[in-house]
T-cell receptor
Framework: GAGVSQSPSNKVTEKGKDVELRCDPI?????LYWYRQSLGQGLEFLIY????????KSGLPSDRFSAERTGGSVSTLTIQRTQQEDSAVYLC?????????????FGQGTRLTVV | QKEVEQDPGPLSVPEGAIVSLNCTYS??????FMWYRQYSRKGPELLMY????GNKEDGRFTAQVDKSSKYISLFIRDSQPSDSATYLC?????????????FGRGTSLIVHP
């Protein structure tokens, strides 16, 4: 595709349910990043992938959060047993590689609301 | 203290004004400095990119980096209502061989006609 695609664009879920957020990066981009943007809090880094590998998962807020990437392409961020504090916009970005400083292209985000 | 500090605003200016947006940071290892612009309900998009200290100009936009003071700025000349957006500074270094952008909170800019 022409850009980074995220789905769904909006998700309303009940507290305690699991949710899956999907990111389809730009073709050929080996690096993929997940950020969370809460009101007035800026972009909080969650996790990155180089290829299918996520070397550092320490940015994930709790063990309810997990992420995977398959085939060096699509990534899924899963939040189990959602809580109200998980409500935020989840942004995905991709770039050519994490090993060089290149432009990160962002998707439009998934707006998650936990009620 | 966050690694990157940025005043969230909002900053409201009249059309045609010169706008100054700023960030401070604490990590002296940062080498690459970026400004992203984010319109409402959209993802951020790269506006300016600078390596190390110095100035860079692109049309109405000028980015400045002062590594000695750990301070970066973005100037917008002849501001337009279409410049109304949130501006996020971002920085990175080759920590562990990987460049992961660290973002500020973003400053909300409103340019009114």
């Amino acid at each position: 595709g022409a850009g980074v695609s995220q789905s769904p664009s909006n998700k309303v879920t009940e507290k305690g349910k699991d949710v899956e957020l999907r990111c389809d990066p730009i073709s050929g981009h080996t690096a993929l990043y997940w950020y969370r943007q809460s009101l007035g809090q800026g972009l909080e880094f969650l996790i990155y992938f180089q290829g299918n590998s996520a070397p550092d998962k320490s940015g994930l807020p709790s063990d309810r959060f997990s992420a995977e990437r398959t085939g060096g392409s699509v990534s899924t961020l899963t939040i189990q047993r959602t809580q109200q504090e998980d409500s935020a916009v989840y942004l995905c970005a991709s770039s050519l590689s994490v090993q060089i400083n290149t432009e990160a292209f962002f998707g439009q985000g998934t707006r998650l609301t936990v009620v | 203290q966050k690694e990157v500090e940025q005043d969230p605003g909002p900053l409201s200016v009249p059309e045609g004004a010169i706008v100054s947006l700023n960030c401070t940071y604490s990590n002296s290892a940062f080498q690459y400095f970026m400004w992203y612009r984010q319109y409402s309900r959209k993802g951020p998009e790269l506006l300016m990119y600078t390596y190390s200290s110095g100035n860079k100009e692109d049309g109405r936009f000028t980015a400045q980096v002062d590594k000695s003071s750990k301070y970066i700025s973005l100037f917008i000349r002849d501001s337009q209502p279409s410049d109304s957006a949130t501006y996020l500074c971002a920085m990175s270094s080759a920590s562990g061989g990987s460049y992961i952008p660290t973002f500020g909170r973003g400053t909300s800019l409103i340019v009114h006609p």
